[in-house]
């Protein structure tokens, strides 16, 4: 039996492909202690934190987590309220149109926790994380500190016994970065109990932990309290024992960053900002920014995320045209039109920008060619790029399948491929391990200093900022203060950077202060029970705020159906008029000419210039120019008198069999009508053309009109159509985003999940199907004629159905283009063409009539017709309810099998 | 020239990135063959196994040979019900035609009473009811001539009509259904392709890239449409090539040339629209919403299903204004009569002019909307 509190991997192995993530990693941790994952990127501390979370599937050896084997279900479904997993990246699991305590509450109902319990808890958490008076505000727009603590309010909620960080202070400013660590400190003194585990990339931070576990290539290098790595390797700092502790052939060519002094004769002004001001609505990110920067000068940017660094780089770009002031690129104002001056100039964004699908060596080719390089100066630039950058080996992979240094280091490649002067790179070493990120520096300063390109940089690093010419401290979209670094730790008498610069930040006071923590409260109930209404609940009010926010999403959802339906419903019509047709009349007598008045007096036709001869035909009918042709030969008018019985030829246009079957018909009509009359007029009674006739009697339309019998259809394919597309995006835009973690670290069943974020969608669809009928009723004139409570059960049966068939793409499918295409193209093919709206199920064949048959489509089309053209009683109605529900419990069977509580 | 070689070398990257995503490739395969097979092969706008139901009163000689006379592949065979059955079957949809033959029929035939038969349709189904009535009335016309005539007494139609079909002379509604199809295919295809790659780059951040370099909007987007374009244009020819004229053994009697040609300017129009609507969407959810309405529209009212004539006057002044509304003209008039450049060009005309305007607004709105953010 492993330590009850502490943790145990053997032999743990985890590949994703051919990539070796973890190698035959065993580890004891002990309980209740700040453990720390240290190592460079790429190494496996996400993959081994994902294991430990549960989030993650194990594939080879035994992982025990707080008494237990989390390979088993069972297990893992105790644990999960037990544990807590802040996944990497800024507020990843957080939603971002939700407030800060929209964001804390839904994790409480995630948890079981009834309203009064939530409401202390989440009062206390935002209290002691200091986000108490910003809670109302959208996660979205809070900086990266602000978020990362949400987000530790979230895992805290429940009172876990297992805290998981994955990098979270990455990207995080210094300020706040102290600020999270000395709230962590106190909420360990309330909970002596907890074991946290941190990954970090900053040595700093790791010094304060209590047990450190350095990785490399998917192996374990060392395990330690940071005393002992240092002795251990006999280096001053945990940053240089690392390094001492790689692999020899990855320490080769590492040395300490030196920048040599900058040859100060070129004083020219490469970038200068004069007032720069960007708004966005009411919110001002950038505010009057004033600087300039040198010619082979190396500026730093410093600031926490959102303080309007990247804002400002983009405005200097021309990506952003300023609201005020002006910026000047070798003093030329910068313009979005001007061309000339992009060639100079080489941009970094923040995040990964190039084309995943191309490879390393296409990505720099393709650059090269827009940059306008010679085929000759081409090739060499990319193999000299490739060298240089140390990309070689990597030349023909593609960019996902690198690690993030790798990936980065390919960005600064196609930022300098043009030979710019001037470089603008916005945090390109977030996320990269030290080592990388000093060979990273070298070849900055080798530019500069070399190649006096002028280099504008933004870092979280402060070593990083030490090697800058000059640095700014931005905040809240102002510059805070500009010089040499050692001006700055002198005016504010601070000993290293980093205290100069939080000094800065703590006097333009846009630091929340911290209360304190929370004290333990309550056992937290475990994912007991079937399935839990509140959880249900808990996702399904998260999905209602988030689509209510969505103005423009709802607007398009209710509005899309009734424009379709109007523009459908009337325009899809069988009642055809207006046919155009042109004669040729060769015989020219009293019986011909009338025939043609009879053509043309009806409202069927529309006449065309008559033909001049028999070749006309053709030619009018290929054109275009008419669908019938009406041909009589000479000697019509005798032959008809004399009883010959003459024929009339008309000729039709095939190339629409619709339009050509309806034109038969009438002109057949009409010619019929045309004898009659004919007779009439000679005899003065009716005639007796046919034996007996045949009476038709249109049933459920009496008049025979389109406008009746196809609206019903259209409600039909509207609620199929916008209700499978709500919910075909809503999974795998979480799985791109990266809150679906959520699903995967909570004590959820999968159903649960579903079923709630389903269910605001269903409710949308009922609006909008009430919405349709009033259409229906109101302006297509339609009544009621047969259960009304069929169709509304027929109704909310069909909308389940399609919200789970959106559901069932939404598991299968991994990009959102996918789902897209996948919900508008299986959907709308069978729907218009093999569900009766149009063509009789009836005359369809075998094969096609059960692909029909196995869709819903079909079944509420009965329905529909059934009760608004039918006038039919649910009795007779009721076995397409029943497939229907059928086909809600089939699409949840299959989504709840294709969607993966765990990664891979 | 130097715009060229860029528009050229993106389109190119497009072409790479459409290459690698599989499930994008099997979906246009499966639009292209499966999709256009099944609708062509399944659907029948003639009257095509109809299910027949009679109610014979009379069980004489002329009733029988009336039974008799609805034949396949028409009408499934007649089934014989009692009159109680008739409105529960048609409640059903068990059968869209139900003729009752009252009793004394014959006798009153034959005495030449003029006495009626009444057909009952299932008028729900718009065109199958139409045509299938004048078919049953024309049928049953013809047996009761026949029957009269043996009888020893002379037709009584003094003159008589023939209608012919040009370029489908059977009016097969197959012909008509496989090329519409892969029409219609082509607009809903473009429409996404083309905007959800705007998107797409948007989400990525890869757009914010290429507007830093020394590019123009207006080559970035000419890129897109070239390219997803050029895949599209080729699936629909090759679609006709191999699965119209091939699997389903269609003779479409035009042009492929021709009509690869007026395919190229139509998808400049589609794809200018979808990367249009992209513009007007932040996220993928809105974009997926707001582009149903559209290619629906497209796809239904541009005259592949039902004739535009049949529209209501103010709808059919606005189809004009839709790619699609020419773009079916041309292709019902090039690939079904043979029609050349000197008899379309007005549509083609008129589908570029369109896709013009497309490309103007998508620009200004392109510009407008992609650097922010």
Redesign the interface.
């Known amino acids: 039996m492993p330590d009850e509190a502490g943790l145990r991997l053997r032999r743990v192995s985890h590949r994703y492909g051919p990539i070796q993530a973890l190698e035959d990693v065993s580890l004891t941790l002990p309980a209740g202690q700040m453990v720390g994952l240290i190592g460079p990127d790429g190494v496996g501390k996400s993959t081994l934190l994902g294991l430990i979370a549960g989030v993650r599937k194990i594939q080879h050896g035994y992982v025990a987590v707080l008494g237990g084997d989390m390979a088993d279900p069972a297990h893992r479904a105790t644990a999960y309220p037990r544990i807590a997993y802040m996944p990497q990246g800024l507020g990843r699991n957080l939603y971002p149109t939700l407030s800060v305590r929209e964001n804390v509450d839904f994790f409480g109902r995630l948890f079981g926790q009834g309203a009064r319990e939530r409401a202390g808890r989440i009062a206390e958490l935002l209290d002691s994380t200091g986000l108490g008076p910003f809670a109302e505000r959208p996660a979205g727009k809070l900086s990266g500190g602000m978020k990362q603590k949400l987000s530790l309010c979230c895992a805290l909620i429940h009172d876990p016994d297992l805290l998981i960080l994955d990098e979270p202070t990455t990207g995080v400013d210094p300020l706040s970065r102290r600020q999270f660590w000395e709230l962590i400190a106190r909420i360990r003194t309330r909970r002596p109990g907890m074991t946290v585990i941190t990954a970090t990339a900053y040595m700093s931070e790791a010094e304060g932990f209590d047990h450190l576990v350095a990785m490399d290539a998917g192996r374990v290098l060392a395990t330690g309290t940071p005393g002992e790595l240092k002795s251990r390797t006999g280096c001053a700092t945990l940053e240089d024992a690392f390094v001492a502790l790689l692999p020899r052939e990855k320490r080769a060519g590492h040395r300490k960053v030196v920048l040599p002094p900058r040859d100060r004769t070129d004083r020219a002004i490469a970038i200068e900002a004069d007032g720069l001001t960007m708004r966005f609505g009411d919110f001002t990110a950038v505010d009057h920014v004033s600087f300039r920067i040198e010619r082979g000068e190396i500026f730093g940017f410093l600031g926490s995320n959102g303080c309007g660094k990247t804002t400002t780089m ?1 405005m200097l ?5 300023p609201s005020e002031g002006h910026a000047h690129l070798f003093g030329q104002e910068v313009d ?1 039109a001007d ?2 001056i ?2 100079r ?1 080489g ?1 970094m ?1 923040q ?8 490879s390393v060596r ?1 990505n720099l080719s ?2 090269a ?4 390089l010679s085929p000759a100066r081409q090739r060499a630039r990319v193999a000299e790029l490739l060298e240089r950058f140390d990309l070689a080996d990597v030349a023909s992979a593609r960019p996902e399948s690198l690690p993030l240094g790798l990936r980065q280091r390919l960005q600064l490649a196609v930022a300098v491929l043009h030979e710019p002067e001037m470089l603008i790179l916005d945090e390109p070493t977030s996320g990269v391990d030290p080592v990388a990120r000093d060979a990273f520096w070298e070849l900055l300063i080798a530019l500069s200093r070399q190649d006096g390109v002028t280099i504008f940089i933004s870092t979280h690093f402060m070593n990083e900022a030490a090697r800058c010419d000059r640095i700014s401290f931005m905040h809240a979209g102002r510059v805070l203060a500009v010089g040499t670094p050692q001006e700055l730790c002198d005016m504010r008498g601070a000993g290293t950077l980093e205290d100069a610069f939080i000094a800065y930040l703590e006097d333009a006071g846009g630091q929340e202060d911290t209360g304190t923590p929370s004290p333990p409260q309550g056992v937290v109930p475990g994912a007991s029970g079937w399935l839990s209404p509140r959880r249900i609940w808990a996702f399904a009010r998260r999905e209602a705020v988030e689509l209510l926010r ?1 103005r ?2 709802l607007a ?2 209710l509005l ?2 009734m ?2 339906m109007l ?2 419903g ?11 047709y042109a004669a040729l009349d060769q015989d020219q007598s009293a019986e011909s000419r009338a025939f043609l008045r009879q053509l043309s007096s009806s409202t069927y036709f529309a006449e065309k210039p008559p033909m001049e001869n028999l070749a006309a035909i ?1 030619r009018r ?4 120019d008419i669908t019938l042709a009406v041909v009589i030969a000479p000697g ?1 008018g005798h ?2 008198l004399s ?1 010959e ?18 034109a ?2 009438y ?2 009509a009409a ?1 019929l009508s045309y ?1 009659a009359e ?2 009439r007029g000679e005899s003065g009674t009716t ?16 008049s ?1 009109e ?1 406008a009746y ?2 609206p019903p259809g259209v409600l039909m ?1 509207m609620l199929i ?2 209700p499978t ?2 919910t ?2 809503g999974i795998v ?1 979480e799985k ?1 985003m990266g809150s679906i973690t959520n699903l995967y670290a909570a004590p959820v069943r999968k159903l649960e999940f579903l079923l709630g974020k389903q269910a605001p969608y269903i409710l949308l669809a009922m609006v909008s199907f009430v919405l349709l009928l009033a259409m229906l009723l109101e302006v297509f004139g339609l009544r009621i004629q047969g259960s009304l409570g069929a169709l509304v059960g027929g109704a909310v049966l069909y909308v389940t159905a399609a919200t789970g068939f959106g559901l069932v793409i939404s598991s299968f ?13 299986i959907v ?2 069978p729907t ?3 569900s ?1 709206m ?8 075998r ?3 059960l ?1 029909g048959e196995a869709f819903p489509p079909l079944y509420f089309q ?1 329905i529909s ?2 009760v608004f ?2 006038g ?1 009683p649910f009795e ?1 109605l009721y076995p397409n309810h029943l497939a229907l529900a059928g086909f809600c419990v089939l699409f949840w069977v299959l989504a709840v099998v294709l969607l993966k509580k765990q990664e891979a | 020239m ?1 715009a060229l ?2 528009i050229f ?2 389109g190119v ?1 497009e072409l ?2 459409l290459a ?2 599989p ?2 490739m099997g ?1 246009i395969l ?2 292209f063959t499966f ?1 256009v097979f ?2 062509a ?6 009257v ?4 027949v139901a009679i109610v014979d009163e009379d069980r004489s000689g002329i009733s029988s040979r009336i039974i008799g006379a609805l034949l396949p592949p028409y009408f ?1 065979p007649p089934r014989v019900i009692s009159s109680q059955e008739m409105n ?1 079957a ?7 035609f139900v ?1 009752t033959i009252p009793s004394g ?1 014959q006798r ?2 034959l005495a ?1 009473k ?18 299938g ?2 078919y ?2 024309r049928i ?2 013809t047996e ?2 026949r029957f ?1 005539a043996e009888d020893g ?1 002379q037709s ?14 059977n ?3 197959k ?2 259904l496989a090329v519409m199809q892969v029409t219609g ?1 082509i607009t ?2 473009s429409v ?1 392709l083309s905007g ?2 705007v998107i ?1 780059e948007r ?4 757009i ?2 290429l ?6 909007p207006i080559e970035i987007m000419l890129a897109k449409i070239w390219a997803n374009g050029l895949v599209i244009v080729s699936a629909a020819v090759l679609s006709l090539v191999l699965v119209v004229r091939g699997v389903l053994g269609i003779p479409v009697p035009g042009s492929v040339a021709v009509f690869a040609m007026g395919a190229g300017v139509y998808l400049f129009a589609v794809t200018s629209l979808g990367i249009m609507l992209a513009t007007f ?13 559209v ?3 497209l ?3 541009s ?1 592949g ?3 535009l ?4 006057e103010p ?1 059919h002044t606005g ?1 004009q204004f839709s790619p699609a509304t020419h773009f079916t ?1 041309f292709a ?2 090039v690939l ?4 050349g450049l000197d ?1 379309v060009w007005r549509d083609l005309l008129a589908v570029a002019a369109i896709g013009a305007v497309f490309c103007a607004l998508a620009l200004y709105r392109f510009r407008r909307t992609m ?2 953010g």
């Open positions: 983009k770009t021309g990506l952003l045209t979005t061309l000339t992009r060639g100039v941009y964004s995040s990964f920008s190039l084309y995943s699908e191309l296409q393709l650059h060619q827009l940059f306008q969505d423009i999403r398009f959802a899309g159906p424009v379709l523009a459908v009337f325009g899809i019509s069988f009642d055809v008029k207006n046919l155009t053709d009918l290929r054109a275009g019509f032959d008809l009883g019985r003459p024929e009339v030829a008309a000729w039709l246009d095939g190339s629409n069999t619709v339009r050509a079957e309806t038969r018909g002109v057949e010619f004898l004919l007779s005639p007796v053309l046919s034996s007996a006739r045949v009476v038709p009697r249109f049933r459920y339309n009496q025979f389109s019998a196809i394919m159509m916008i597309m709500l075909a995006l835009r791109e499918v991994r990009s959102q283009i996918a789902a897209i295409f996948a919900s508008s193209i709308m093919i218009v063409n093999f009766g149009l063509y009789p199920v009836s005359t369809l064949d094969g096609t009539r692909i009965r017709t059934g053209n039918k039919l007779a | 130097r070689g860029n070398r993106l990257k790479y990135s690698r995503d499930v994008l979906l499966y639009t999709a099944t609708v092969n399944g659907v029948r706008t003639e095509r196994n109809a299910a499934k529960p048609m409640d059903r949809g068990d059968y869209s003729l029929f009153d035939l030449g003029q006495p009626e038969i009444q057909l009952n349709v299932d008028a729900t189904a718009m065109t199958l009811a139409g045509n009535t004048r049953i009335q049953v016309q009761l001539e009269v007494r009584v139609l003094p003159a008589e009509i023939v209608s012919r079909a040009r370029f489908n002379p009016l097969e509604s012909w008509f295919n809903i295809l996404i959800a790659a797409r989400e990525h951040g890869t914010e890239h507007l830093v370099m020394p590019l123009r969407a932040r996220t993928m959810p809105q974009f997926g919403l707001l582009a149903i309405p290619f629906v529209v796809y239904m009212l005259g299903m039902t004739p004539e049949a529209m209501p709808l189809m003209s019902q008039a079904y009569r043979g029609a008899l650097s922010v």
